[in-house]
């Protein structure tokens, strides 16, 4: 039976489905608007916990899963969200044991999952320029990350600008503003044959990168496609079945290419 241990992570669910991510220390206190949870009433107990707060609020301890991990964790740069880091793994159709290549780490979110993709056999090796990202997208994976899975990543604080040190890659992912500034810097290290995919957040970029692959890089790279992804939830309350009242809209489009021998 897996229980909860100091140092673990927690995701504390109230009465109003309200979710808390707490990490687990030996006499610590979680303190939120209905009371105080004490740690000690958390850890050496089994994972679906049900406790009570000092104001008598009933909530569930449970092991977060990483979809709910990374909406709750610490950011500095925006995460993608699960809706679209799900497509991405299967557009770029991560396997277990691939290399591939991440240019814009952000706050961890799809660094995670790619690594449970690739799994100990694999490798990720993700840059990003931005110094603060950087040291909190390592300290948000070091959080989550199993132990065995640590030799399977590499995280730098450098700028794609300034070149790829690494090659061989079956797989590249750049969540960047203007990732068509880098593909000759990708297409150098990645594998005939491998998948690249481009991740953006508006109409005027998907332009711009669409422009320089239909003058320079036609010959060198087929497109798949360009993909979007809407998220609506439904609710039942009662008799009554219908759409929740909020959704999931746009966030991101996702630009698929594979490349040419």
């Known amino acids: ?11 504390l669910i109230d009465s109003k489905g309200r979710k808390y991510l707490i990490y687990l220390k030996k006499d610590a206190i979680f303190s939120f608007h209905r009371g105080n949870v004490q740690i000690n009433d958390i850890i050496g107990k089994p994972d679906g916990l049900k406790i009570t707060s000092s104001m008598g609020e009933k909530l569930i301890a449970f092991r977060p899963t990483l979809e709910e991990y990374i909406l709750k964790m610490k950011r500095g ?12 793994l299967t557009l770029l159709d991560v396997f277990p044991g691939a290399k ?19 799994g ?4 990720v090796i993700s840059y990003e320029k931005r110094e603060d990202f950087h040291e909190r997208a390592k300290i948000n994976i070091e959080k989550f990350i199993s132990p065995d899975l640590k030799d399977a990543l590499i995280l730098k604080n450098k700028d794609l600008s300034e070149g790829i040190d690494e090659i061989d890659f079956d797989r590249a992912i750049l969540d960047l503003t203007e990732p068509w500034l880098f593909l000759d810097k990708v ?7 491998g998948i690249l995919g481009c991740y953006l957040t508006t109409v005027l970029q998907i332009y711009s990168l669409m422009e320089e692959f239909e003058k320079n890089y036609s010959d060198t790279l ?3 496609g360009i993909f ?7 609710e039942k309350e009662g008799l009554s079945l219908r759409p929740a009242l909020r959704m999931v809209a746009h966030t991101g489009f ?8």
């Open 100 to 118: 591939v290549f991440e240019a814009g780490t952000g706050s961890g979110a799809l660094t995670l999952y790619l690594l449970r993709a690739v």
């Open 77 to 88: 740069a925006q995460i993608i969200y699960p809706k679209d880091i799900s497509r991405i």
């Open 228 to 234: 979007e992804l809407l998220e609506r939830k439904w």
């Open 187 to 193: 297409l150098a290290v990645l594998k005939p044959g």
């Open 254 to 261: 996702i630009v698929i290419f594979r490349k040419l021998s």
């Open 1 to 11: 039976m897996s229980v909860f241990k100091e140092g673990d992570t927690a995701l």
């Open 120 to 123: 100990t056999a694999g490798k």
């Open 222 to 224: 087929y497109k798949i």
